[in-house]
C-alpha cells in the first residue's frame, strides 16, 4: 500500500489550499481514510476522517474550514482547507484504514 500526498505549500493566512492523497495497492472507498497534522513539537492529530458510508468528522479547531471528500474513479481523497491561519502550520499526513501512512506535506500559513 502506498499513499502519496500532495498540494501542500506556503499560503498567507486566509488562503485557500488543497491537499490530494492518491492511494495504490488499496481501495480507499474500502476503508475509513483520514488527513492528520504534526506541527513541530506537538503530537499528530487528527484533521478530518471520512468513513465508508460517507460519514464525516473534524477536529474543533477546523470545522467549518477544512472539507475532507473522496473521488472514488482516481482512488484519491482531499481536504479543502480554507481561512487559514498560522496555528494550522503543520505536515499534513494521509491515512487509510489507520494502518497505512503517507510521508506527509508541508502546509505552512504566514505572511
Known amino acids: 500500500v502506498q499513499l502519496v500526498e500532495s498540494g501542500g505549500g506556503l499560503v498567507q493566512p486566509g488562503g485557500s489550499l488543497r491537499l490530494s492523497c492518491l492511494a495504490s495497492?488499496?481501495?480507499?472507498?474500502?476503508?475509513?481514510t483520514g488527513w492528520y497534522r504534526q506541527a513541530p513539537g506537538k503530537q499528530r492529530e487528527l484533521v478530518a476522517v471520512l468513513t465508508t458510508a460517507g460519514n464525516t468528522n473534524y477536529a474543533d479547531s477546523v470545522k467549518g474550514r477544512f472539507t475532507i471528500s473522496r473521488d472514488n474513479a482516481k482512488n484519491t481523497v482531499l481536504l479543502q482547507m480554507n481561512s487559514l491561519k498560522p496555528e494550522d502550520t503543520a505536515v499534513y499526513y494521509c491515512?487509510?484504514?489507520?494502518?497505512?501512512w503517507g510521508q506527509g506535506t508541508q502546509v505552512t500559513v504566514s505572511s
Open positions: 495497492g488499496t481501495i480507499l472507498r474500502m476503508y475509513a
Open positions: 491515512n487509510s484504514n489507520f494502518v497505512h
